[in-house]
């Protein structure tokens, strides 16, 4: 009988059967490498994206190494988001029984007093952002005096964010023959300094993720304008109907707006950036992943290390700024053997940012014309900027409000969607909320014209997880 792969990297044998049970039979490229030089007590800097199975690298060595016996924190994993932390902080939970190890996470949005409390119990590993760890060391509610192992997670986003003071007080805190593993989807020069400074002979490790960005995702730009994103956007989304989608803004505000703006069309989506509470943004996740919205409009910051099953379509609506953004956000989909799409908006002024895209991805993306010719609709209409009132604008949105009136039964009503998608409801009188009304209005009229959504192109859609429900037909 073939001996199971996960063993023959040094995981122990009760740890590999059940990674087995759980359908994880053959390590990523990133564990072959990881897990055995971990083992060896070695200092590791690996380079790897977002999706390449960097998180079981780390966590299984730390469960292999850690002793339940000895009651204080033997490992800490350090990482930039709340959303990052929970995730690795539910992967360690997962399979932490088998070793009776216990686990705490600690981050931003937390009842402090609660977090104490747990600290007072035996916790063996702590995941924690910058923030809110130094928050407890200061307070001395967390010792990291006999420390065995720290993870540096996300390096690269830590230092954009400017979390690196706070990581080097941290370090600062453990014990100077700790072992210490850095993952980071890039390496730039300040990291390295930082490995230099704090690491031993460390191990360097890089796994690329070309393939995933070249032969599983379709990519394709489209070239329009600022003014006509938000119908191009609306054009593609029924032309494509996608099963779950994330749409990347530049900022906060204009990610606030343009769910907002989707929400007034019918759509059913929701926003996530920095400052939701962290209430709200545990909400936002559960219910995407639960397919209960379709379209979810993300920061880069706030959707850092956000692992979703089942995103078919990413979309740009603001171009990156490097190829590295790129990658992490259409990394997004055309997960575990599955197609995904990619479409990016670039008007005029970002032409520069396209050829640098181009030029880190070694790859000359499609290009196609989104741009509406004068007086008449173009390829996907004649952009109205939220402000048009002609007799061409509303048969458009009463076509589409017709053809949208099955996903609005089956994902819930529309002061439904905004009560859960907004913190704040729009002023009383706002003439967008009128123009709502007449897009509702214009329902019953369109689908007696027989548009209806049958008639669109569909994209793949995955079955369902934890009993989603597609929008209806």
């Given amino acids: 009988m073939k001996k199971n792969e996960f063993a023959l990297l040094g995981v122990s ?55 339940p016996g000895r009651p204080h924190v033997q490992a800490l994993i350090v990482t930039p988001t709340r959303e990052l932390a929970i995730q690795i902080t539910e992967e360690v939970k997962r399979w932490s029984p088998l070793k009776g190890v216990r686990v705490l996470s600690a981050y931003g949005g937390q009842d402090v007093e609660r977090q104490i409390r747990k ?19 200061r307070r001395g509610t967390v010792q990291l005096h006999k420390l065995s192992i720290l993870v540096l997670d996300e390096a690269d986003q830590m230092l954009h964010m400017g979390f690196f003071p706070e990581v080097e007080e941290i370090i600062s805190a453990t014990p100077s023959r700790r072992q210490t593993l850095l993952f980071s989807a890039t390496m730039p ?22 393939r995933i960005t070249l032969d599983e995702i379709e990519q394709v730009v489209i070239q329009t304008t600022d003014r006509g994103k938000f119908e191009a956007l609306c054009k593609l989304i029924e032309e494509e109907n996608p099963y779950l989608a994330m749409i990347f803004c530049r900022t906060k505000l204009r990610a606030s707006k343009l769910n907002h703006e989707l929400l007034e069309r019918g759509y059913a989506s ?65 997960r575990a053997g599955q197609r995904g799409k990619a479409i990016t908006f670039a008007a005029p002024r970002d032409t520069t940012y396209l050829e640098l895209i181009e030029k880190g ?15 008449e609709p173009g390829e996907f209409g004649t952009p109205t900027h939220g402000r048009s009132t002609s007799a061409a604008e509303g048969r458009g949105r009463s076509t589409a409000a017709g053809e949208r009136s099955a996903r609005k039964r089956g994902r819930g009503s529309a002061s439904e969607r905004s ?55």
């Fill in 13 to 67: 044998t009760e740890l590999a059967k059940s990674l087995q049970k759980h359908g994880l039979t053959e390590p990523t490229p990133i564990q072959r490498e990881a897990i055995p030089t971990a083992l060896t007590g070695k200092d590791i800097i690996a380079q790897a994206q977002t999706g390449t199975g960097k998180t079981l690298a780390f966590v299984l060595p730390i469960l292999e190494t850690i002793d």
């Fill in 119 to 137: 600290l007072e119990g035996s916790i063996h590993i702590i995941v924690a952002t910058p923030g809110r760890l130094l928050d407890h060391l």
């Fill in 189 to 210: 020069q300040r990291i390295r300094e930082l490995a230099k400074a704090y690491m031993r002979q460390p191990v360097e490790i890089e796994v690329k993720a070309k």
């Fill in 270 to 334: 929701d926003e996530l950036h920095g400052d939701l509470t962290q209430a709200k943004r545990e909400q936002v996740m559960k219910r995407f992943r639960e397919a209960k919205i379709q379209l979810l409009v993300a920061t880069d910051v706030a959707a850092r290390g956000l692992d979703v099953e089942g995103i078919t379509h990413l979309f740009n609506y603001d171009i990156p700024h490097e190829a590295e953004s790129y990658i992490h956000r259409i990394g997004r989909t055309g």
């Fill in 361 to 375: 991805i070694k790859s000359r993306l499609p290009k196609q014309s989104g741009k509406a010719r004068d007086n």
């Fill in 419 to 473: 009560t859960q998608g907004r913190e704040r409801s729009p002023a009383p009188g706002d003439r967008r909320q009128s123009r709502g009304r007449t897009a509702a209005t214009g329902e019953r009229s369109a689908q007696g014209r027989g548009r209806g959504r049958g008639e669109r192109g569909q994209a793949q859609q995955p079955k369902p997880r934890n009993g989603g429900r597609r929008r209806g037909r």
